[in-house]
Protein backbone atom coordinates (compact mmCIF):
# COMPACT_ATOMS: atom_id res chain seq x y z
CA UNK A 1 0.00 0.00 0.00
CA UNK A 2 3.08 2.15 0.92
CA UNK A 3 4.59 1.57 -2.40
CA UNK A 4 0.87 2.44 -4.34
CA UNK A 5 0.48 5.56 -2.85
CA UNK A 6 4.52 6.77 -3.84
CA UNK A 7 3.51 5.86 -7.11
CA UNK A 8 0.50 7.33 -7.02
CA UNK A 9 2.32 10.84 -5.71
CA UNK A 10 5.34 10.20 -8.32
CA UNK A 11 2.49 10.30 -11.07
CA UNK A 12 0.19 12.95 -9.87
CA UNK A 13 4.18 14.87 -9.61
CA UNK A 14 5.16 14.49 -13.08
CA UNK A 15 1.83 15.25 -14.49
CA UNK A 16 1.84 18.65 -12.38
CA UNK A 17 5.23 19.20 -13.25
CA UNK A 18 4.98 19.07 -16.94
CA UNK A 19 1.50 20.89 -17.28
CA UNK A 20 3.09 23.61 -15.19
CA UNK A 21 6.03 24.12 -17.35
CA UNK A 22 2.79 24.20 -20.09
CA UNK A 23 1.34 27.06 -18.13
CA UNK A 24 4.22 29.21 -17.91
CA UNK A 25 4.99 29.06 -21.48
CA UNK A 26 1.53 29.77 -22.20
CA UNK A 27 2.18 32.40 -19.92
CA UNK A 28 4.85 33.87 -21.51
CA UNK A 29 2.65 33.91 -24.68
CA UNK A 30 -0.61 35.65 -23.51
CA UNK A 31 1.62 38.31 -21.57
CA UNK A 32 3.55 39.48 -24.79
CA UNK A 33 0.08 39.90 -26.50
CA UNK A 34 -1.33 42.12 -23.90
CA UNK A 35 1.80 44.07 -24.84
CA UNK A 36 2.32 43.52 -28.12
CA UNK A 37 -0.62 43.32 -30.15
CA UNK A 38 -2.98 44.74 -27.64
CA UNK A 39 -0.72 47.87 -26.73
CA UNK A 40 -1.11 50.83 -29.29
CA UNK A 41 2.77 52.39 -28.24
CA UNK A 42 4.25 48.93 -29.08
CA UNK A 43 2.61 49.70 -32.72
CA UNK A 44 3.19 53.35 -32.54
CA UNK A 45 7.07 52.34 -31.85
CA UNK A 46 7.20 50.26 -34.71
CA UNK A 47 5.93 52.82 -37.13
CA UNK A 48 8.07 55.39 -35.71
CA UNK A 49 11.27 52.59 -35.90
CA UNK A 50 10.44 50.94 -39.04
CA UNK A 51 11.26 53.82 -41.25
CA UNK A 52 7.89 52.72 -42.93
CA UNK A 53 7.23 56.60 -43.05
CA UNK A 54 10.41 57.41 -45.25
CA UNK A 55 9.76 54.47 -47.75
CA UNK A 56 6.16 55.75 -47.94
CA UNK A 57 7.20 59.03 -48.28
CA UNK A 58 9.57 58.01 -51.34
CA UNK A 59 6.79 55.97 -53.10
CA UNK A 60 4.80 58.59 -52.94
CA UNK A 61 6.90 60.83 -54.25
CA UNK A 62 7.22 58.57 -57.34
CA UNK A 63 3.51 57.72 -57.98
CA UNK A 64 2.62 61.01 -57.64
CA UNK A 65 5.45 62.55 -60.06
CA UNK A 66 3.77 60.09 -62.45
CA UNK A 67 0.50 60.98 -61.87
CA UNK A 68 1.21 64.63 -62.30
CA UNK A 69 3.38 63.87 -65.46
CA UNK A 70 0.00 62.73 -67.04
CA UNK A 71 -1.70 65.27 -65.76
CA UNK A 72 0.45 68.08 -67.04
CA UNK A 73 1.43 69.29 -63.49
CA UNK A 74 5.69 69.65 -62.62
CA UNK A 75 7.25 67.29 -59.99
CA UNK A 76 7.70 70.40 -58.00
CA UNK A 77 4.46 71.11 -57.44
CA UNK A 78 3.23 67.22 -56.96
CA UNK A 79 5.88 66.86 -54.59
CA UNK A 80 4.73 69.60 -52.32
CA UNK A 81 1.65 67.69 -52.11
CA UNK A 82 3.95 64.90 -50.17
CA UNK A 83 3.71 66.14 -46.09
CA UNK A 84 5.79 63.82 -44.09
CA UNK A 85 5.16 65.80 -40.72
CA UNK A 86 1.06 65.18 -42.05
CA UNK A 87 1.93 61.84 -42.88
CA UNK A 88 3.27 60.30 -39.29
CA UNK A 89 0.52 62.39 -37.39
CA UNK A 90 -1.99 60.24 -39.23
CA UNK A 91 -0.30 57.19 -39.00
CA UNK A 92 -0.40 57.73 -35.06
CA UNK A 93 -4.30 58.67 -35.62
CA UNK A 94 -5.02 55.82 -37.55
CA UNK A 95 -3.59 53.99 -34.36
CA UNK A 96 -5.47 55.39 -31.79
CA UNK A 97 -8.26 54.70 -34.28
CA UNK A 98 -7.38 51.20 -34.23
CA UNK A 99 -6.93 50.50 -30.52
CA UNK A 100 -10.49 52.71 -29.82
CA UNK A 101 -13.61 51.95 -28.83
CA UNK A 102 -15.85 52.54 -31.74
CA UNK A 103 -14.97 50.96 -35.38
CA UNK A 104 -14.29 54.82 -36.66
CA UNK A 105 -12.01 54.50 -40.36
CA UNK A 106 -9.90 57.37 -40.82
CA UNK A 107 -10.95 59.95 -43.29
CA UNK A 108 -9.08 61.53 -45.74
CA UNK A 109 -11.46 64.11 -47.50
CA UNK A 110 -9.18 67.22 -45.87
CA UNK A 111 -6.13 65.84 -47.89
CA UNK A 112 -8.39 65.47 -51.23
CA UNK A 113 -9.24 69.14 -50.92
CA UNK A 114 -5.81 70.37 -49.97
CA UNK A 115 -4.88 68.58 -52.83
CA UNK A 116 -7.19 70.18 -54.69
CA UNK A 117 -6.75 73.02 -53.80
CA UNK A 118 -2.69 73.04 -54.75
CA UNK A 119 -3.85 72.18 -58.19
CA UNK A 120 -6.13 74.87 -58.82
CA UNK A 121 -3.72 77.40 -57.43
CA UNK A 122 -1.33 76.16 -59.85
CA UNK A 123 -3.24 76.16 -62.71
CA UNK A 124 -4.24 79.74 -61.92
CA UNK A 125 -0.47 81.17 -61.54
CA UNK A 126 -0.36 79.63 -65.32
CA UNK A 127 -3.34 81.31 -66.23
CA UNK A 128 -5.05 78.59 -67.55
CA UNK A 129 -8.66 79.14 -67.16
CA UNK A 130 -10.44 76.75 -65.70
CA UNK A 131 -12.96 75.09 -67.47
CA UNK A 132 -15.39 71.93 -66.61
CA UNK A 133 -13.27 69.99 -68.09
CA UNK A 134 -10.63 70.68 -66.81
CA UNK A 135 -12.31 71.05 -63.27
CA UNK A 136 -12.80 67.57 -63.60
CA UNK A 137 -9.62 66.26 -64.69
CA UNK A 138 -8.19 67.74 -61.26
CA UNK A 139 -10.60 66.43 -58.86
CA UNK A 140 -9.60 63.51 -60.67
CA UNK A 141 -5.87 63.97 -60.06
CA UNK A 142 -6.96 64.89 -56.13
CA UNK A 143 -8.78 61.91 -55.90
CA UNK A 144 -6.11 59.65 -56.98
CA UNK A 145 -3.44 61.66 -54.62
CA UNK A 146 -5.44 61.20 -51.83
CA UNK A 147 -6.32 57.70 -52.64
CA UNK A 148 -2.47 56.91 -52.85
CA UNK A 149 -1.91 58.76 -49.40
CA UNK A 150 -4.79 56.87 -47.67
CA UNK A 151 -2.80 53.73 -48.90
CA UNK A 152 -0.08 54.50 -46.95
CA UNK A 153 -1.25 56.62 -43.79
CA UNK A 154 -4.15 53.65 -42.66
CA UNK A 155 -3.53 50.77 -40.63
CA UNK A 156 -3.03 47.77 -43.13
CA UNK A 157 -5.79 45.50 -42.55
CA UNK A 158 -7.48 47.12 -40.60
CA UNK A 159 -11.27 45.91 -40.61
CA UNK A 160 -9.60 42.93 -39.52
CA UNK A 161 -6.93 43.37 -36.68
CA UNK A 162 -9.39 45.80 -34.69
CA UNK A 163 -12.17 42.93 -33.97
CA UNK A 164 -9.03 40.42 -33.75
CA UNK A 165 -7.62 43.09 -30.44
CA UNK A 166 -10.82 43.43 -28.88
CA UNK A 167 -10.83 39.25 -28.65
CA UNK A 168 -7.48 39.12 -27.48
CA UNK A 169 -7.98 42.03 -24.97
CA UNK A 170 -11.15 40.27 -23.99
CA UNK A 171 -9.91 36.93 -23.33
CA UNK A 172 -6.37 37.30 -22.48
CA UNK A 173 -7.13 38.68 -18.71
CA UNK A 174 -9.21 36.18 -17.83
CA UNK A 175 -7.31 33.40 -19.19
CA UNK A 176 -3.68 34.94 -17.32
CA UNK A 177 -5.35 35.23 -14.36
CA UNK A 178 -6.71 31.24 -14.49
CA UNK A 179 -3.23 30.62 -15.47
CA UNK A 180 -1.72 31.72 -12.46
CA UNK A 181 -4.27 29.58 -10.48
CA UNK A 182 -3.89 26.55 -12.17
CA UNK A 183 0.10 27.09 -11.54
CA UNK A 184 -0.26 27.84 -7.73
CA UNK A 185 -2.27 24.40 -7.90
CA UNK A 186 0.43 22.23 -9.63
CA UNK A 187 2.78 23.88 -7.28
CA UNK A 188 0.72 23.10 -4.44
CA UNK A 189 0.89 19.19 -5.54
CA UNK A 190 4.38 19.07 -6.13
CA UNK A 191 4.97 19.97 -2.49
CA UNK A 192 1.55 18.25 -0.78
CA UNK A 193 2.07 14.98 -2.09
CA UNK A 194 5.74 14.62 -0.59
CA UNK A 195 6.92 14.33 2.86
CA UNK A 196 10.02 15.35 1.47
CA UNK A 197 9.71 18.59 0.22
CA UNK A 198 13.03 18.05 -1.38
CA UNK A 199 10.93 15.90 -3.86
CA UNK A 200 8.70 18.66 -4.73
CA UNK A 201 11.60 21.18 -5.72
CA UNK A 202 13.13 18.44 -7.67
CA UNK A 203 9.94 18.04 -9.69
CA UNK A 204 9.52 22.16 -9.81
CA UNK A 205 13.33 22.53 -11.30
CA UNK A 206 12.32 19.77 -13.99
CA UNK A 207 9.35 21.90 -14.44
CA UNK A 208 11.34 25.35 -14.97
CA UNK A 209 13.99 23.45 -16.95
CA UNK A 210 11.54 22.46 -19.39
CA UNK A 211 10.06 25.49 -19.48
CA UNK A 212 13.03 27.85 -20.01
CA UNK A 213 14.11 25.16 -23.17
CA UNK A 214 10.84 25.79 -24.76
CA UNK A 215 10.63 29.86 -24.04
CA UNK A 216 14.17 29.93 -25.24
CA UNK A 217 13.39 28.23 -28.32
CA UNK A 218 10.43 29.37 -29.16
CA UNK A 219 11.51 32.55 -30.78
CA UNK A 220 14.25 30.78 -32.78
CA UNK A 221 11.62 28.55 -33.92
CA UNK A 222 9.34 31.25 -34.96
CA UNK A 223 11.76 33.06 -37.29
CA UNK A 224 12.47 30.19 -39.15
CA UNK A 225 9.19 28.61 -39.75
CA UNK A 226 7.45 32.22 -40.32
CA UNK A 227 9.98 34.00 -42.56
CA UNK A 228 8.22 37.02 -43.18
CA UNK A 229 11.06 38.52 -45.20
CA UNK A 230 9.88 36.00 -47.96
CA UNK A 231 6.51 37.56 -48.13
CA UNK A 232 5.69 39.11 -51.81
CA UNK A 233 3.41 42.17 -49.94
CA UNK A 234 3.04 45.66 -52.10
CA UNK A 235 3.70 48.19 -52.01
CA UNK A 236 7.05 48.11 -50.19
CA UNK A 237 6.50 49.80 -47.20
CA UNK A 238 4.16 47.69 -45.83
CA UNK A 239 6.61 44.49 -46.13
CA UNK A 240 9.02 46.97 -44.29
CA UNK A 241 6.87 47.77 -41.38
CA UNK A 242 5.08 44.16 -41.21
CA UNK A 243 8.49 42.62 -41.04
CA UNK A 244 9.99 44.76 -38.13
CA UNK A 245 6.41 44.50 -36.50
CA UNK A 246 6.77 40.71 -36.39
CA UNK A 247 10.84 40.21 -35.83
CA UNK A 248 9.84 42.70 -32.70
CA UNK A 249 7.04 40.56 -31.25
CA UNK A 250 9.61 37.62 -31.94
CA UNK A 251 12.19 39.52 -30.01
CA UNK A 252 10.08 40.00 -27.35
CA UNK A 253 10.02 36.71 -25.89
CA UNK A 254 13.24 36.86 -25.18
CA UNK A 255 12.95 39.06 -22.12
CA UNK A 256 10.34 36.56 -20.59
CA UNK A 257 12.65 33.47 -21.54
CA UNK A 258 15.95 35.03 -19.45
CA UNK A 259 13.48 35.84 -16.42
CA UNK A 260 12.15 32.49 -17.02
CA UNK A 261 16.37 30.93 -17.08
CA UNK A 262 17.24 33.47 -13.51
CA UNK A 263 14.21 31.46 -11.91
CA UNK A 264 15.40 27.93 -12.91
CA UNK A 265 19.06 28.60 -12.08
CA UNK A 266 17.67 30.02 -8.90
CA UNK A 267 15.83 27.10 -7.98
CA UNK A 268 18.03 24.85 -8.92
CA UNK A 269 20.43 26.15 -6.97
CA UNK A 270 18.34 25.92 -3.66
CA UNK A 271 17.85 22.14 -4.63
CA UNK A 272 21.49 21.68 -5.01
CA UNK A 273 22.23 23.69 -1.65
CA UNK A 274 19.18 21.50 0.50
CA UNK A 275 21.18 17.75 0.35
CA UNK A 276 18.54 16.32 3.07
CA UNK A 277 14.85 16.48 3.80
CA UNK A 278 13.37 20.02 4.93
Avoid at 58 to 80: C, H, I, P, R, T
Avoid at 101 to 127: C, F, G, K, M, S
Avoid at 237 to 264: D, E, G, H, R
Amino acid sequence: MKLSKTSIARVISIAAAWIFSMLVVLLIGLLILRLTLCNPNFLKKQILDSNYISAAEQEMEENFKSYGAAGGFESDVMLSLVNLDMLRNDLLSAVDLLYGQTAQEPDYTVYEEHAYQILTQNIAERNITMTDEITEGVRVLAQTCASDYAQRATIPFLSYLKPLILMVQKITFGAILGIIAASAVCLWLMFALHRNKRNGLAYTCQSLIAASVLSCAAPIALDLFLPVESLLLSPASLKLLLVTYVQNLFASIWPFSIAVVVVTAATCTVYAMKKTHF
